[in-house]
């Protein structure tokens, strides 16, 4: 009588081989027997699925809690800074066009803080080409010009005039804070 053994799925089966004819003789039964008892039995999938729930509903609980106390924290400086239908704080846009512009506008950005309750604003910084070395920057705070000179095309020149810039706008931008909650 030949036999073969074969390995399915980490058990051995021994398959017996007559000569005359196929007749399988298969000593699963003993060999599954072992498996089933290292398998995890179905109630302790279970308890894992069960345990891996209430570890993801703390940390959901959590998050919820979390978000709670801030917006409870920034409800009323939401009700100050931030547009009513958006939901933004403020834009600064860039309208420039040279590479001494964006140099300018990169600057600027970099300097550029908020004041601490500033109600909602559009600062607008354009730029003009004009004849010879240097282009107009303008900038606009709310469609309302706050400044308009010349840009020299030098390093240290734009550094220095966008971190004075900036904080006009910011000084400007406080100002205007100020009258608004005057105003209401």
């Given at each position: 009588m030949k036999y073969s053994v074969v390995y399915l799925c980490g058990t051995v089966i021994i398959v017996l081989l007559a000569c005359n004819g196929i007749q399988a003789q298969d000593t699963t039964a003993a060999l599954n027997a072992d498996t089933l008892r290292n398998a995890p039995d179905s109630s302790q999938v279970q308890t894992q699925k069960e345990k891996q729930l209430e570890k993801f509903q703390k940390a959901?609980?959590?998050?919820?809690?979390?978000?709670?106390?801030?917006?409870?924290?920034?409800?009323?400086?939401?009700?100050?800074?931030?547009?009513?239908?958006?939901?933004?704080?403020?834009?600064?846009?860039?309208?420039?066009?040279?590479?001494f512009g964006h140099m300018f506008y990169k600057f600027f950005y970099r300097d550029w803080e908020a004041p601490e309750n500033a109600p909602y604003y559009t600062i607008k910084i354009s730029e003009n080409?004009?004849?010879?070395?240097?282009?107009?920057?303008?900038?606009?705070?709310?469609?309302?010009?706050?400044?308009?000179?010349?840009?020299?095309?030098?390093?240290?020149?734009?550094?220095?005039?966008?971190?004075q810039a900036a904080a006009y706008v910011q000084k400007k931008l406080k100002e205007t804070s100020v009258k608004d909650k005057l105003l209401y």
């Amino acid at each position: 009588m030949k036999y073969s053994v074969v390995y399915l799925c980490g058990t051995v089966i021994i398959v017996l081989l007559a000569c005359n004819g196929i007749q399988a003789q298969d000593t699963t039964a003993a060999l599954n027997a072992d498996t089933l008892r290292n398998a995890p039995d179905s109630s302790q999938v279970q308890t894992q699925k069960e345990k891996q729930l209430e570890k993801f509903q703390k940390a959901f609980n959590a998050v919820k809690a979390q978000e709670k106390e801030e917006k409870k924290q920034g409800s009323t400086q939401d009700k100050i800074s931030k547009d009513p239908v958006l939901n933004l704080e403020g834009f600064v846009l860039d309208e420039t066009r040279s590479r001494f512009g964006h140099m300018f506008y990169k600057f600027f950005y970099r300097d550029w803080e908020a004041p601490e309750n500033a109600p909602y604003y559009t600062i607008k910084i354009s730029e003009n080409p004009i004849p010879g070395l240097g282009t107009q920057i303008t900038i606009k705070m709310n469609y309302e010009e706050l400044l308009n000179f010349r840009l020299q095309p030098k390093y240290e020149f734009i550094k220095k005039i966008s971190k004075q810039a900036a904080a006009y706008v910011q000084k400007k931008l406080k100002e205007t804070s100020v009258k608004d909650k005057l105003l209401y």
